[in-house]
Antibody, heavy 118, light 107 residues
Framework: EVQLVETGGGLIQPGGSLTLSCVAS????????MSWVRQAPGKGLEWVSI???????SYADSVKGRFTISRDNSKNTLYLQMNGLRAEDTAMYYC????????????WGQGTLVTVSS | DIQMTQSPSSLSASVGDRVTITCRAS??????LNWYQHKPGRAPKLLIY???RLQSGVPSRFSGDGSGTDFTLTINNLQPEDSATYSC?????????FGPGTRLEIK
């Protein structure tokens, strides 16, 4: 059974850094396209970043230069390092697995909440 | 980026009713439209992909239709567990984008 479990969220001051983790089971992270998607309070879902099976990465303009997606193949874990956090980064962050290369997210974690506030 | 809109933003219906949620794309996305169900504290769930294809394990009371710019999600015979937020997502172009969501309340 495919399972994704995110951790690492919390309360952080503006300008601070945080690293989110997503432990996967039931499939191999490095063989799949993996994304981070977030949902700010009262807003819709927003795609944040993707790491392709080949290792190439891509980011939403809103986080480019501040966030870094990576993975640890030995731990079957996806990461999102977030630097220079802003109030507008406050959101529930989900990791999601794509079905093939379809840009359809067929498995999601339950999310981890990041709150950026002083 | 392709903008996605949904209507209504929220609705309330009774057990056994049929409801339809509409999603519109700012440009043609062919049939690259997917629907998700999400509940607080739970992992979002893929319901429909490619506009009308039911994801494995999803009850057949859920159905999707449309192509181009206009799409619908219909839920027949509403059940209490269908209380959730429903979001559409286009997978035609990067970056993928989502609609703002429709909150469905079961009376």
């Amino acid at each position: 059974e495919v399972q994704l479990v995110e951790t690492g969220g919390g309360l952080i001051q503006p300008g601070g850094s945080l690293t989110l983790s997503c432990v996967a089971s039931g499939f191999t992270v490095s063989s799949n396209f993996m994304s981070w998607v977030r949902q700010a309070p009262g807003k819709g879902l927003e795609w944040v970043s993707i790491i392709y099976s080949g290792g190439y990465t891509s980011y939403a303009d809103s986080v480019k230069g501040r966030f870094t997606i990576s993975r640890d193949n030995s731990k079957n874990t996806l990461y999102l390092q977030m630097n220079g956090l802003r109030a507008e980064d406050t959101a529930m962050y989900y990791c999601a697995k794509e079905y093939g290369s379809s840009s359809v997210f067929d498995s999601w974690g339950q999310g981890t909440l990041v709150t950026v506030s002083s | 980026d392709i903008q996605m809109t949904q209507s209504p933003s929220s609705l309330s219906a009774s057990v056994g009713d049929r409801v339809t949620i509409t999603c519109r794309a700012s440009q043609s996305i062919s049939s690259y439209l997917n629907w998700y169900q999400h509940k607080p504290g739970r992992a979002p769930k893929l319901l429909i992909y490619a506009a009308s294809r039911l994801q494995s394990g999803v009850p057949s009371r859920f159905s999707g239709d449309g192509s181009g710019t206009d799409f619908t999600l219909t839920i027949n015979n509403l059940q209490p567990e269908d209380s959730a937020t429903y979001s559409c997502q286009q997978s035609h172009s990067t970056p993928v984008t989502f609609g703002p969501g429709t909150r469905l309340e079961i009376k």
